[in-house]
Structures are given as C-alpha cells and as structure tokens.
C-alpha cells in the first residue's frame, strides 16, 4: 500500500495524497507548510535535504502561544530588548538537519520584521532579532509554529537561563596548557640530544626562565580545578583520584622549579604541561555530553508557563505561578491541567499519556477531581483549582530530594582504588626516603620527590573518562542516551531491574485492534476508515493505522464529539463511531481490559472494534534475558487483567505489583534499596518519576528523547527497546576494559617507579614514560571498546 | 647565540597571538556549534527571489 513519499515530509501519502502543485503531500499541514515556503521562493529548503520537514500530528489551536502577549512573562522570555529590536532564544526539538539551519536562519525572507536568525545545533535553539513594533513574540512564536518548527517554551527555561560557561573555561585551559606544553617541549628538547649538557649556560637559564614563567598559568589556572576538587575530598575525608595528582604536580612544580632557580636547566617541566594537558583532554572527552538532552527536568518543563484565568471581568492570561487555590480556569483542547482540580463546567476527556503512558482518555463529569498533568482532549473545560501548582499530587513526588549525588561520590569505582594507591605511594615514597636518608639525604630527598613524579596517575585518570566516555558515545549513537558516564557504574552495579508496565513494556501510539460483531464487507471498512481520518482522537488513530481499507469516501455533516464519538454521514449513510453510550444508548461497561469502539451504519449495530496496548517487540527476548542475570520486579497501576500473560513473559521468579500509585512505586524501590539491593528503574511517564529519582539508575523509555522524559538518568529511544539487555550488559565489558587499562597503567608506574627508588629518574626518563603511558591507555580504552561495541551491540 | 634568543622571543610572540586568537574565538562561542558553521558556508548568500538565475547556471546535482 504504499504510495508516493510526501514532499514535505517524505512520509507515505497512502493512495489519496493532498496534490498541490503537482505535488503529493500525506496531509494538509504538510501541504500549508510547503504552500508558504512556496509563496516566497524558498523551495530551497527541499533541496539541500529532500523531504527535510517535520510531520506535526496535530494541528495547533490558536490560543496556543497566547501567554506570550502577557508582559511579565515577555521580560522573562526576551534576552534583549530595548524597545524597538529584542532577542530571543526558542528551544525547537525539531531541529534535526541542514535544511533546518537553512530555513530557520532565513527567517527574515518570511517575514521582513525580523533582522536575522542564527541556529545552535548541538542545543537545537534559534536566536532571532527582531522588531518588535512590527511582531510580536507570540506572532514570531506562531510563525515558527506555521512552519511546522514548533517552539517549546516552559517553565524550566523561564527560571534558568542556561550557561555554557564551564565547557568555555575549559578548552581556555586546554588551549593554555598545549601551549605551554609546546614550548617548553621545544626548550627542553637540547638536553635530551647528545651532548645535550654541552648546552651553555646562558641558554640553560634563559630556558629555564621561560619555562618558569610558562607553566605558571598551568599549574595556578590550568590545573586549579584539580588542586580544588583534592582539597574539598580532603575535607569531607575522602581521598579521590585528584590528590595524588595533585601530589605529582605539585612535587613536579618545586623539583623544577628549584632547578630552574639553582641553574640546573628545567627539570621536568615538559611533563608537568603535558600532564595537565593530557588530563585536561580527558576531563573535556568525558565532559562531553548531549547538551539538547535533558536529563534534569521535573514538572516545570513539562507544564505550561501560563493559563488563561476566569475572572468577573472576563478571561485573562496569567503566569502558572500566579495561579491560586479557588481560582477558575479555563482549559481549552490539547492543554495541559497545571495543577490539581475539581471540574465545574463542561465535559472532561483526559489524556494521561504523560502521566501514566496510557494516551486514551478518560471521561470526566462535573465535580470530578482531576490530577495536575492530564491534558484535555475535546472542548474547553472549566476548572476550579484545589491545590496550587507546587503542592498537587504529582508535583509533589517530583519536588522530594534527590539523594544520589552525595552517595555517588563515595562509590566511585576509581576513588575506591585510588585511596589504596596514594597510600602505597606514600608509603614507598617514604620508604625510599628512609632508606636513601642513611645513605645521603639530597638523594633521599631526590627520591622522595621522584616517587610522587612518576607515581603520578595520569593513565590511571585518564582510564576511566576514555573507557566511559566512548562507552558513553557509542550508546548515544545507538539509541540510549546517559547523562554522564558515571551511570555505567552503576547500570553494572544493578542486581534488580523495576519496570513500569503502561508505556515502558507496551508501546504507547500502537495498538492491536480486533473487531467483535456482524462481519463488516471491504466497503464498510473503507467507510469506517474515512470517518476515523477525520478525528485526532487516538483510538481513531489506532482504528486509522490497523484498517486494511482505503479511506476514499467523502464525509458529508462530520461532527466529533468530544468524550462520546464521531458522527458522519457518507453516500446517505450516517456512521457512527464511539463509546457504547453513543452509539448504543446504552450504560458504559466498566472493563478496563480494552477499549472498545461501537459502530453503527445507518443505525443498524454492527459491533464493536476492541483495541488493546501491544507489548513492545523483542520483549520475551529481553526479559528472558535479564532474568537470567538480574531480579526483576513490575509495578503497574493497571489492574491484574494482564497477569496471567506477564508471568508467563516474566517468569515465576519476577515479582508483579498491580493497582500501584506513584508513591508505591516510590515506597517500592526504596524497600528494595533498604534490602541492599541496587536497584535498575524503567519507566517513562510523570508518575514513575518518584521511583526513577529513588532508584539508582532511572531510565526512561521516550518515543522522542528531545521531548519530555521525567528526570532519570538515562533515556532510551523507545525503538531500541529491544537492545536494552544488551546495553546493560555491555557495562561489563566496559569494566572489563578498565580494569585491563588499569593493569597496564601500573605496569608503567611499576616500571617509573623502579627508576625513582634507585635514584636514577631523569627528566628525560619521566619526558617520554609519562606521555608513552597516557596515551596507549587512551589508545587501548579507545580501540578496544569501540571494537567489542561493533562484536556484542547490534 | 643572541639571534637564537630573539627568535625564540619571536616565536613565543606568534605562538601568543594565536594563543590569545583560540580564547578570544572560545570566549566569543565559536566552539558552542561544531555543526550549523560547516552547513552554513555552503548555503547561497543571495536573496532568494535571484535565486532561479543561480540555479540555471548551476543545475542543481541531484536532480
């Protein structure tokens, strides 16, 4: 059945395309799109991507950008104005290719008001200036969204404006320390050539001198984070794997030093430049992470900044954070309820999608409660709000601590053994110390200092940022993305894995759909199909995508209504689609097993169509899998309908917790944590983001990762669901890399370190064994993981 | 001996000029974006409505 690619879009059009010309698009948003690109010559943008643009599955209400006509919110949103020009920052999630940069950064042929636009693709941001006297923001904001590049403004951006500072100051230093680096290496070369101490002594101060003053911004700018980070694990008594580096440095800078002053050439301060450079490397390749991801949101980025208030005089638009308890509010379709609320007016119909997984909504009545976070589908509502925004129920669970980062630190793989290695070190340093003092005490002082030289753990530093840190990268490329490679750790440190069922184990936007009835012929269907590609709804979604059928029809008196069904009317048959009230007149059956559709033709009853979640595919390989290895355990807030088939899936073993809320689920993993377990979550709506914050992995499954996904630590494209054994497991591999390097970064140290006791290290010995050691620990890191991800992920 | 010793003066100069050029270039955000700047350059600078022009001097490749 397939059929022409759309232009626009480049998805498949199915056999009735939108033809506008002569071209084929699968939908009139599609087509508009193209149709304003069209008007003002900018066909361009199909050519350095073909069907570059971005399919928007639902068309925007108007009303969606008016918030930004409220002035308060406008001074927050705005980085620059003065009145005539201002500047503003979007996050568009759906930057994704060059034709993208090209067309957002030709805003100004669409619209004259605006000065110019720049793209940030790593941030998937756009800058733009513009007049303000000429558009405004919401109509800049509507103008991004007409070109299907729909802004995404929350709440999260409002209070922080992001800063890139950190990564700014540390290529400074990077850039710093390889100069000094290059230079001194070149001043330094002469007295390692034969003859090298021919060298007259006028150059061997100049050198030195130069030299001196070089590796000053070093070791005081360069390196300070290090000095920093020992003394603050120092005070909290830990020994991390900063303080024998800054150890090293620091007997490094006054060894040279006092050559430098006693006219002794220039030590060693060739290796003490590339060692902070070397580390400074390190510490940038591990720093590097997926800066459009974010692994940090709570509620506030999912919510809206604004809601439109009912006063007596009328409707305003107010910030969320005005919002109070017993104010009314109106929410229109395909908004979000901010906060928790008791319905006065209109007919409810809810989407939890976010929330639990599950996108069909649910009815609502007047005087029922309904939780912040649902989104309204169908006509607008009236609420009145019983709790503010910050004390509803799932915001709540939301705003607990998070206590990981403190316990993280402590755990650390490579802090557990650098303690054990800066005592060995010192207490050979010391050792030699005393035994050279009998002999001669400046050669015992020599050693002392030599020992920490070379003892220095540079390759040892650099070990686990290069290990993790392509570990990191190549599950970024195949789909799941960490939020710092300290979460390899601990996915290697899981012994018991939670999942959440609703989202996370069946798939969200698929469903399976059977029909129960009088058997319906290929007319029907095609008839039935016609109807449903008229709703948004995502039953009609469902019913849409299952349906071999081709919706060829016409639908004449269309009418959706909401909560209830779709009515039309095609060759003088009016179909009705829909609830069994609806269609049947007859009282709901509450079975939550499946969702039914009921269908009548001309009003004779034909049956219904059952729709139920399908479970994601490659699910039995990945649990049979996992539970080999790990404990695994469900917690759903389903009822036990699926109980039978999970334990079959699941295994006798695994534990299945039904009828759960989020505070169970919190409560659960923290019971499992208690019992000494290290506990692996997965989940993916608001409702798991207690258990996710609680655990200590959250993964969470997300159909688009630049969309929302509640705060873990991890998010997983959804597609690659059936990858997530193998990632999982790959954690061991990953370790197995580190311990190898670790094995070849003490042989090094065994090998300097024989040279330091014996008295015989010599700066051109330390110049070559500690940038040889550094980088075939970074090469070894490097290739070997990359070569195990290309054999064990597929 | 003391023209090896200016030299060097000189060479630690260049090298400090470019040293002083990556963090102008760093502290100015031209390393924030490693993609946008290398699509960039190959877009047309002209206004898009001489664009037809271009393209009949340049067919376009692809098509």
Same mark, same amino acid.
């Given at each position: ?794 | ?14 090298? *400090?000029? +470019? ?6 270039? #760093? @502290?100015? *955000?031209? +390393? ?6 290398? #699509? @960039? ?23």
């Amino acid at each position: 059945m397939a059929g022409q690619a759309c232009v626009h879009c480049g998805a498949d059009c199915g056999k009735h395309p939108v033809i506008w010309d002569d071209k084929a698009f699968c939908c009139h948003g599609c087509k508009t799109v193209y149709q304003i690109l069209h008007e003002k010559d900018m066909g361009e943008y199909y050519k350095i991507q073909p069907m570059s643009g971005i399919r928007v599955e639902t068309e925007s209400h108007s009303n969606k950008f008016a918030f930004l006509d409220n002035e308060e919110l406008k001074v927050q949103l705005l980085d620059f104005t003065d009145g005539n020009i201002s500047k503003v920052k979007f996050f568009v999630p759906s930057i994704h290719c060059a034709s993208c940069i090209w067309l957002l950064e030709h805003l100004d042929t669409l619209n004259p008001a605006i000065s110019y636009s720049t793209v940030n693709f790593p941030n998937k941001e756009v800058y733009v200036t513009f007049r303000n006297d000429q558009i405004s923001l919401r109509q800049l904001a509507e103008l991004l969204a007409a070109i299907h590049y729909v802004p995404e403004i929350t709440l999260d951006q409002l209070e922080k404006k992001g800063s890139i500072s950190s990564s700014r100051s540390l290529l400074v230093k990077i850039g710093i320390a390889a100069f000094s680096f290059m230079n001194i290496m070149m001043y330094s070369f002469p007295e390692y050539l034969p003859g090298g101490d021919l060298l007259e002594q006028d150059f061997k101060d100049v050198f030195g001198w130069l030299s001196f003053i070089l590796i000053l911004p070093v070791v005081f700018y360069s390196a300070s984070d290090y000095f920093l980070t020992a003394y603050k694990g120092l005070k909290h008594k830990i020994i991390s794997i900063d303080l024998p580096i800054t150890l090293g440095i620091t007997a490094l800078f006054f060894e040279s030093t006092y050559a430098v002053f006693s006219g002794n050439g220039i030590g060693y301060m060739d290796s003490l430049a590339g060692l902070v450079f070397f580390l400074l490397v390190g510490k940038w390749y591990q720093g590097k992470t997926y800066q459009a991801l974010s692994f940090e949101r709570d509620y506030k980025s999912y919510f809206p900044v604004a809601i439109t208030r009912l006063t007596e005089e009328g409707e305003k638009v107010i910030p969320i954070k005005n919002l109070r308890k017993g104010n009314h509010i109106l929410v229109r379709n395909q908004e979000l309820v901010p906060a928790d609320a008791r319905l006065i007016k209109g007919k409810g119909n809810i989407d939890y999608a976010f929330v639990t997984g599950e996108s069909i909504p649910v009815p609502k009545q007047k005087d029922d409660f309904i939780y912040a976070g649902g989104r309204q589908v169908g006509s607008s509502i009236e609420l009145e709000v019983i709790n503010e925004v910050e004390q509803s129920y799932l915001t709540q669970l939301w705003n607990q601590k998070d206590t990981r980062q403190t316990t993280n630190a402590l755990d650390n793989h490579i802090n557990k053994i650098s303690q054990y290695f800066t005592l060995a070190v010192l207490f050979i340093a010391f050792t030699a110390f005393v035994f050279w003092a009998f002999h001669d005490i400046s050669a015992a002082i020599y050693v002392f200092t030599s020992v920490l030289i070379i003892a220095c753990p540079c390759a040892l530093a650099l070990t686990i940022p290069f290990t993790f840190g392509n570990t990191m990268r190549v599950f970024g490329r195949k789909g799941f993305y960490l939020k710092k490679t300290d979460v390899i750790e601990q996915l290697h440190k899981t012994t018991t894995i939670v999942f959440d069922k609703t989202g996370t184990l069946t798939l969200s936007r698929k469903m399976a759909v059977g029909f129960e009835g009088v058997e319906l012929s290929p007319d029907q269907l095609d008839k039935v199909k016609s109807m449903v590609r008229h709703s948004s709804h995502p039953l009609s979604g469902a019913l849409y995508e299952h349906l071999e059928a081709e919706p060829c029809y016409e639908v004449k008196h269309y009418e959706e209504i909401p909560g209830m069904g779709i009515t039309g009317t095609i060759e003088k048959e009016r179909i009705n689609l829909g609830s069994r009230q609806f269609v049947m007149g007859e009282e709901e059956q509450s079975d939550s097993k499946e969702s039914r559709v009921y269908l009548s033709i001309s009003g004779e009853q034909k049956g219904f169509f059952s729709i139920k979640n399908v479970y994601r595919d490659g699910l039995q390989t990945v649990i049979d899998d996992l539970k080999s290895h790990y404990d695994l355990h469900l917690l759903t807030g389903d009822n036990e309908a699926e109980k039978e088939r999970l334990q079959q899936v699941f295994g006798s073993t695994a534990v299945l917790k039904f009828n759960q809320s989020p505070t169970d689920k919190k409560a659960y993993v923290e019971a499992l944590q208690k019992s000494g377990k290290n506990v692996l979550m997965i989940g993916d709506g608001l409702n798991d983001a207690g258990a996710l914050a609680a655990s200590n992995t959250g993964i969470s499954i997300a159909d688009d990762v630049f969309s929302f996904s509640p705060a873990c630590d991890a998010i997983l494209e959804s597609s690659k669901f059936a990858q997530l054994n193998q990632f999982i497991r790959f954690t061991r591999t990953s370790f197995r890399i580190v311990r190898l390097s670790f094995v070849i970064s003490f042989l090094y140290n065994f090998i300097g370190l024989s040279f330091a006791v014996s008295a015989i290290l010599s700066p051109l010995v330390a110049a070559i064994l500690m940038p040889v050691s550094s980088v075939s620990v970074v090469v070894f890191a490097t290739l070997s993981v990359r070569w195990m991800a290309a054999r064990k992920l597929h | 001996m003391s023209a090896i010793i200016v030299l060097i003066l000189l060479g630690i100069l260049v090298a *400090g000029g +470019f040293l002083i050029a990556f963090v102008w270039a #760093v @502290r100015n *955000g031209q +390393f924030d974006d490693d993609y946008s700047p290398s #699509v @960039r350059m190959l877009f047309e600078n002209k206004k898009p409505k001489e664009e037809e022009t271009v393209e009949a001097e340049n067919p376009d490749p692809k098509q």
